[in-house]
């Protein structure tokens, strides 16, 4: 399946309608309202991305360089992987796009 690809330049934010558990190394996410009841682990670099994302004011650009930051490698080695990785929790509505 071809997913979105998310501008680097997007703003993105948390949707308010995922509960979400802070545990040593990662989260625990859960999207509400919908049909899935599935929980998601965010654990190691996804736990990097899904902390940036709390972020005020955040960026997918701002995310990929937090994250490259946070794992010593340059930003251009992750972009994609990060931007698909948004793009995956934009479609389960834990992500917003936009202002």
């Not at 998310?6 to 859960?30: H, K, M, N, P």
């Not at 999207?31 to 972020?55: K, N, Y």
């Not at 997918?60 to 994250?67: E, N, T």
């Amino acid at each position: 399946m071809d997913r979105t690809v998310i501008d680097v330049g997007s703003a993105i934010s948390r949707s308010a309608q995922v509960a979400q558990v802070e545990s040593t190394g990662g989260y625990f996410l859960l999207p509400l309202g919908g049909d899935s009841c599935e929980v998601l682990a965010l654990l190691g670099t996804s736990a990097q991305v899904w902390r940036a994302t709390g972020l005020p004011g955040i960026t997918v650009r701002k995310v990929i360089d937090a994250v490259a930051h946070d794992v010593g490698i340059a930003p251009d080695d992750i972009e994609e992987d990060v931007q698909n990785f948004i793009a995956a929790l934009v479609e389960r509505g834990l992500l917003t796009v936009g202002d």
